[in-house]
C-alpha cells in the first residue's frame, strides 16, 4: 500500500485548498477511503470518508458543509476540497484506507496551516 498526499500549504482564514492523495499497490476502488488529521500535541481526528463502491461520503460535524471527499477510480487518486478554512483546521491531513476507524494504512501526509 502506498499513499502520497499532495497540495497542503499557508491559506489564510477563509480560503481554499484542495488535497490529492495519489494510492498504489491495492486496488483502490473496492476499499473505502477517509481523511484524518493531527493538529499540533493531538491525535488523529476523522475527518470524513467515502465509500469505494457507491461513493457515499460521511463527514465529521466540523468538516460538514466546508469540505468535501471525492474520489477517481479511474486514476485511484482520493481528493478533499476544503473551503472556508479556520485557523482550528491546522494540522497534518492524511489519507487512509478507512477500516472500522483504524487508519494504519495513511501517507506520510500534507500540512495545512490556516494564519493570518
Known amino acids: 500500500v502506498q499513499l502520497v498526499e499532495s497540495g497542503g500549504g499557508l491559506v489564510q482564514p477563509g480560503g481554499s485548498l484542495r488535497l490529492s492523495c495519489a494510492a498504489s499497490g491495492f486496488t483502490f476502488r473496492l476499499y473505502a477511503m477517509a481523511w484524518v488529521r493531527q493538529a499540533p500535541g493531538k491525535g488523529l481526528e476523522w475527518v470524513c470518508d467515502i465509500n469505494g463502491y457507491d461513493g457515499i461520503t460521511t463527514y465529521s460535524e466540523f468538516a460538514k458543509g466546508r469540505f468535501t471527499i471525492s474520489r477517481d477510480n479511474t486514476n485511484n487518486i482520493l481528493y478533499l476540497q476544503m473551503n472556508n478554512l479556520k485557523l482550528e483546521d491546522t494540522a497534518v491531513y492524511f489519507c487512509?484506507?478507512?477500516?472500522?476507524?483504524?487508519?494504519?494504512?495513511r501517507g506520510q501526509g500534507t500540512q495545512v496551516t490556516v494564519s493570518t
Open positions: 487512509a484506507i478507512s477500516r472500522d476507524n483504524d487508519w494504519r494504512d
